[in-house]
């Protein structure tokens, strides 16, 4: 398949998602009521307490990562959420795209949304709480943002997989697996504070060298050696994995009859 026939599929996934979403009201609403809801209750409570503005700055820094994940993760996982929905998820696979077309259209989508609901809460936190995302530098505000991407793809996708596996019953996946995901990875506390065993997982997961690596800018001393380069490496094998997952969930899915289950 050529390059042009390659990126025509990934724009026809893209359009659909934009699409969809575009007609739903309520999803722009949800979209950005709980990201503008969690900066609010996170810095508040951080005056509260009176943190310092180094540990208020670290605690926004994680529910902004949470927020820009959520978002970007949730579109990834609508490629096949909004198929299940409408019972046509074997229409889906019957279309001339591969799975590659399929979760790199749902994550521009994504990452057109996300990086809006980060500009809005940035905007957000410099106004109420004087947090300046860009203290750190525009290419190191970059490099968190791709961090922050790349784990809303990889948990994406392994969303999708368990959903094409398990079919409706795993919906709750879509918003469970990136909460956990995000918990583990420390987004309101240094790994090094959790439970030997705990941590061990926690230095598994991408997101865990972006935020260390981003936080070292705002004071506090980087826990890894390459943290970024790490990072990076974690996204690549986890994101062909996680694929692999996916196509693996689909054949099944075709040989049990699950797909036809799932559609009309």
Known sequence: MSWRNELLAVWAVTLRNALMGARNVFFFFELLFWPVVGVLSIGLMSRFLELTPAQASFVLVGTIALSVINVCQLEVAYAVLLDVWSKSLKHQFLAPIGIRHLTLGSWVVGMVRSSGVFLLLAALGWWAFDFEVLRPGWLALATFLLGCFLTAWVVGVAVCALITLFGNRAEAFAWATVNLVLVLAGIYYPVSVL??????????????????????????????????????????????????????????????????????
Do not use: N
Request: without cysteine; charged residues 15%; proline residues 6%.
């Open 195 to 264: 439970p030997e065993w705990i941590a061990a997982i926690a230095r598994a997961i991408p997101l865990t060298y972006f935020l260390d690596a981003y936080r070292s800018y705002y004071g506090f001393p980087s826990e890894f050696a390459a943290p970024v380069a790490t990072g990076l490496a974690l996204s690549v094998l986890y994101g062909a994995l996680a694929h692999w997952a996916f196509l693996a969930a689909i054949q099944r899915a075709r040989r049990t009859g699950l797909l036809l289950k799932m559609s009309e």
